[in-house]
Every structure is written in C-alpha cells, then in structure tokens.
C-alpha cells in the first residue's frame, strides 16, 4: 500500500501507476530510483526495489509493515570493506581524550577500539547534512573479521552470552546472535537490529536512524576470547551511511577489541608495531657460489688451488648442502699409507653416493656422477688389491 494506493505483491510489468499528490501517470519502468526516494522523504511512506528473477523486472513494494513500521533493508553476503566518503563527505570520529579509562580506550597508531564487555563506547557520525535538506539518514554497524581469509564468516555470539537469562526478554535472533548492540534500550525507537541466523549470508547489523549528524554509543555482548564465538579472531566494525532503501553513500571502518584489560592489550599491541618498525631490514642473500679447494702436493706444500666456475652458480637453500655438479680434477699427490689413500677415497664415493641418490629422486640427470663413482671404484679396488698382495706375498 503506497499512501493509500494498492500495490501488487507481483512485479509490475509497464503498467500505469499515479503517484500520490500528482495527476501525473507513468509507467513503473519509467520512474527512476530518485523519484521513488523523492515520494518516501515527502509523502511518509518507504519503498525499496526487489528483482524478480522469473521475469527479469523491477519493482517496488511497501518497506512499511501492516502497523505502518518501518522495515531496514537487510544486506546478504559479505559487507564490502574499501572505505570512502563519498559525496556527502560521511566520516567516523573518536575522541580518546573522552574515553573512560581502564575500561574504553582507542589507539590512534593501530585505529582500534579497546574495550570491555557491557561498557558504552560513543561514536560520532558526521556528513555534508546540507547537500540532503534535512532528510535523515541511517548509520549501519556491522562487525567483521579482519582477516580477510576469514571474510566469508560471519561474527556471532558465543554459545554461552546467547544463551544467558537476559536473553529470554522476547529478544529477537537478530538481536540475541549480534555480538554489537546500541547502547539505547531495547525496543526504542530508530534503532533497528538486522540479520537472520538461518540465512548464512545473512550479516548481523545495527541500523539507526539518525536526523543529522551526532554521536551514538554501542557496546559489545561478547568477549574476543569467548572460544565459541569471535574464538580471538580480530575483528573490525564497518560503518556505512544509507537511506531508507539501502543504498550507501560512505563507508569507514574501525578496529576493536573486546576485552577484560583494555590498557594491557593497547599496550601490547602497540608495542609489538613500534618493534616491527624499528627491526632493520635483513640483509641480502648472496645466491652466487665459489668453490675452493686446498690440496697438498709434493713440490709445493701449501699450494692452493681455486676452481672457480664461469658463472656463479645460483644455489637453492635446500640444496645447498646436497647438489654440487662442479666436477674437480685433483693434481697429483703423495698419500703416506695406503690406509689412509682408502679411507680418502671411501669418503669421497659415499658422498658421491648420495648426491646420486638425491639426483634420482628430483629426477635429475646422473651421467656424469656415475663416470666418477665407477672410477672412483677402479682406484679404491687397485690400492685394495696392492695392500693385498704385500700383505701376501708369494
């Protein structure tokens, strides 16, 4: 029923409707969404556009109930979180040289709430009231987790808080599953509690009507530590300005956090930024590799000798310390013992080994590491068969 004239509950589809106070007849597919705004501000009724995805048109229904009451609009799926001003300059202030100490502060540095359970925290909600000619609009608060992984979920209250004997005033779910609140008394008037516990991506929000700009105060239900319900999860509420028909001209969001010491927590938490601020930067990995090899020989006895490859060679951390493909012929040198020659010698083809291994593991190329290993082999098998034979002679 718009002021009197009967409106079908079905889509209307090109046909003539007469507004109130006007002789005037249009189409419905004529009238613009602020011709339809302009009736609700003046003639004391509200109207919203629904969509009928059977007949692809647009219509508009009552946004006032039987008792002539206002019904808010209900957003589904996650709130959008990019914040802006819009065109009617919309901003959110907090005073903390007015907050209550112990149990409500703010961090400018880290633009979070810090406050206890039950305890009323005032907002002020300005914009350009001038551009709208003293049309009252409407501040939805809706709280968010902060981490955008979690975005999807929605913040509810834990299974204790929404079960507690408070509950049992003929609260709605709306109202008992929000974890934010107005801090007016329930049921006054302008304060409005949306969202439905059966619709999962129903958003739980508070929505107050408010005639010009001012401040209006909140308070949680719920700790940020209940396990079954915010479960320490940060969380952020968003703050956007809108009509009676939805439509949002600005959002700011805010950061908060619900606790028992709200002034350890702000310490702590701005601690740990100005900390990560002022640790340096790490330095830089040097990813190219040398190869030196220091080997004694019989004329020169501290002869060095550098093998160096053409390019340096980038090396992954994780195989730092298992791949090495540069391939080193050693000079010849004098062993004392043949023992000793063979222990040498034992070392080097494990280690080949392995490295072998690993390569048929990443399914890398071996050719060259089994050259190695079988004449490392031959030569371990020669100074074995010398070491026999004197230690057997004929």
Known sequence: M?????TQEN???NEEMQLPDSDTLMTFNDICIDSLAYYTQNNDFSIELQFDEDTLDIGAVNAMNAQNEFIPVTPHGPPERKNFSGEYNFAVEIDGSHTIKRKYLYSHHLNRIYVDMLCNFSIRFNWDSSKLAGQPMYVRATTVFSDLAQAEKRVERCFQHAHESSNAMNLSPAVIKNVLRSSREMGTQDVYYCGRPDLADSWYSVLVRLSKPTEHAYHFVCKNSCSSGINRRAIDIIFTLEDAMGTVFGRQSVGARACSCPRRDILRDEGDIKNKEKRPAPPREDKSKKVRIEVVTKNEANATTEVKTKKPLKVDKQETDVEDDTIVSL????????RAAISGLRVSLTM???ARTYKLMMQKHTEAIDRCITHLKALIENLESSLTVKANPP
């Open 2 to 6: 718009l002021n009197g004239y009967n």
């Open 11 to 13: 889509m209307m589809k």
């Open 331 to 338: 000079p010849a040198m004098d062993i004392v013992g043949v």
């Open 352 to 354: 080949m080994e392995q």
